[in-house]
């Protein structure tokens, strides 16, 4: 399966910004085929869905990111990256990089959403994560 490796991570000043990478490799099938997405889980907290982007660009996000996030790819590099601004303490957790190439029915806890309902994105790949401290 594609592995994914994320880097970006580090601790900003609440109201900065940062941009989180990811890079893919051992591709099954070709960059554009694969739903890319970003995911964070806090201490004690349960992993969140923040974004997806499909194969030619089309960006999802939830909610709590929404015109804060920015979601974006380089299929040339096999690189999706997140661009965060106006960063709030509530925002720090580990954040997850995923590659995946489904789209359909889950049941909860199983696939990757960023909208409530059963429709989530299959993501057979996950890296490790990277830290994100936002210091009050």
């Known amino acids: 399966r594609a592995q994914v490796v994320e880097s970006g991570g580090g601790t900003v000043q609440s109201g900065g910004s940062l941009r989180l990478s990811c890079v893919a490799s051992?591709?099954?099938?070709?960059?554009?085929?694969?739903?890319m997405g970003w995911a964070r889980q806090g201490d004690g907290k349960e992993r969140e869905g923040l974004a997806v982007?499909?194969?030619?660009?089309?960006?999802r996000y939830a909610e709590s990111v929404k015109g804060r996030f920015t979601i974006s790819r380089d299929n040339a590099k096999n690189t999706v990256y997140l661009q965060m601004t106006s960063l709030r303490p509530d925002d720090t957790a580990k954040y997850y990089c995923?590659?995946?190439?489904?789209?359909?029915?889950?049941?909860?806890?199983?696939?990757?959403?960023?909208?409530?309902?059963?429709?989530?994105?299959?993501?057979?790949?996950w890296g490790n994560g990277t830290l994100v401290t936002i210091s009050s």
């Open positions: 051992s591709l099954q099938a070709p960059y554009n085929g694969y739903y």
């Open positions: 995923a590659a995946g190439l489904q789209y359909g029915e889950y049941p909860p806890g199983r696939g990757l959403r960023v909208t409530p309902g059963r429709w989530a994105y299959g993501m057979d790949s």
């Open positions: 982007i499909e194969g030619h660009g089309t960006p």
